[in-house]
């Protein structure tokens, strides 16, 4: 399974960005699709994830403001970002869970929240 991520930039403080992940079988199939972001001298973390029935999940720190969907037909997942702040700044990464042993990851989109 290969994941192509797009859509990330620079932006200011309270701006929006929609984030898009091309993947390349039917995602249905897979148990979930998600965003993960990592920061300088951070650890990976979990930003949300859509379950195969449809079902999301978001982290604490972007509830409210980030929101991930779907288009099954063009195998993609997005993640509109809205009211950016600096610590939204990282690499995002998008990640298909196969099953609970096989995962696979895309290439990430750095994403840029100027102050």
């Known amino acids: 399974v290969q994941l192509q991520a797009s859509g990330g930039g620079l932006v200011q403080t309270g701006g929006s960005l929609r984030l898009s992940c091309v993947v390349s079988t039917n995602i249905y199939i897979l148990n979930r699709v998600g965003w993960y972001r990592q920061a300088p001298g951070n650890q990976r973390e979990l930003v949300a994830t859509i379950e195969r029935g449809g079902t999301a999940d978001y982290a604490d720190s972007v509830k409210g403001r980030f929101s991930i969907s779907r288009d099954i037909g063009r195998s993609t997942v997005f993640l509109q970002m809205n009211s950016l702040k600096p610590e939204d700044t990282a690499v995002y990464y998008c990640?298909?869970?196969?099953?609970?042993?096989?995962?696979?990851w895309g290439r990430g989109t750095q994403v840029t929240v100027s102050s």
């Open positions: 990640n298909a869970e196969a099953s609970k042993t096989t995962a696979f």
